[in-house]
């Protein structure tokens, strides 16, 4: 919600200025301080609309997991989720394309265990997805960085 509601965007917006596209990633961090689902959809609309309303084709990511572990991310067994509700809602919101979304990057899927789970992908390996539960690793950035378009067609 900073992006639009708080004084922040009188500095985001002015960049913007002249783009064609724009890829947002915004929702954890409403999450974590306890806004509800329907506050960040409502949100993200607004986001959205002032993004389109310059002219923008807009894209927006899937929100990736959030968790604790006991054993740093090496197993899904001693992760447990954190806001998963509210991101599955969200996320779930972000994937029927509302207007004016353009696209989906589908950010969570590529870092999740499975669809919805609130869990980080594993391979048994310590820190594989994340370090600390929130940020995706630099396999994740690669892993999701490789779904975004090249061609800006869709």
């Not at 409502?42 to 054993?71: E, F, H, K, N, Y």
């Not at 509302?98 to 869990?119: H, Q």
Request: aromatic share 6%; net charge negative.
């Amino acid at each position: 919600h900073l992006f639009v509601t708080t004084g922040g965007s009188q500095y985001r917006l002015p960049l913007a200025a002249g783009c064609t596209h724009a890829i947002t990633n915004y929702g954890i961090n409403d999450a974590i301080v306890g806004r509800t689902a329907a506050q960040i959809k409502a949100d993200l609309d607004a986001i959205w609309a002032t993004l389109s309303g310059m002219g923008m084709q807009v894209w927006q990511a899937t929100i990736t997991p959030r968790s604790t572990s006991t054993d740093s991310f090496a197993t899904t067994v001693n992760q447990t989720p954190l806001n998963a509700a509210v991101l599955t809602e969200v996320n779930d919101y972000i994937r029927t394309l509302p207007s004016p979304l353009a696209g989906v990057i589908e950010a969570s899927d590529a870092a999740s265990s499975a669809r919805n789970s609130g869990l980080w992908k594993v391979t048994g390996a310590a820190q594989y997805a994340t370090s600390d539960g929130l940020h995706p690793s630099t396999d994740m950035h690669v892993a999701i960085a490789g779904l975004v378009p090249t061609d800006w067609t869709a």
